[in-house]
C-alpha cells in the first residue's frame, strides 16, 4: 500500500499560546521517522497519523481523510487538523 503525505495544521490556540511558539495557521508535514515539532504533541497525534497515513478513516468525520486532534496541555491547547494526502 501506498504512504500517504499527512499534514498536521493548527486550527485553535487556547490560552496564553504554546511555549514552542507553534501558532494558529501553521503547518507540518508529519513524517513518523522524524519530526520538528513539541513532542507532546507528536505523541498525540502519531496514533491518528499512522492510521491516516496507511488509508484509515475516522467514522465520525464528514471527511474521511481527516481528523482534529488537541495536544494534552490543558491550559495551552493547540488544536490540529490532521489530513492525509496523496503524493
Known sequence: MKEKK???KVIEVRGKGCDL????GDEYVIDINKSEFCGWA???IFP???ALKFGG????EKEGNTTC???PDPYNTVVF???ALDE
Open 6 to 8: 499527512v499534514i498536521a
Open 21 to 24: 511558539g507553534i501558532k494558529l
Open 42 to 44: 507528536y505523541n498525540a
Open 48 to 50: 491518528y497519523a499512522f
Open 57 to 60: 478513516t475516522f467514522p465520525w
Open 69 to 71: 486532534v488537541a495536544c
Open 81 to 83: 487538523r490532521l489530513t
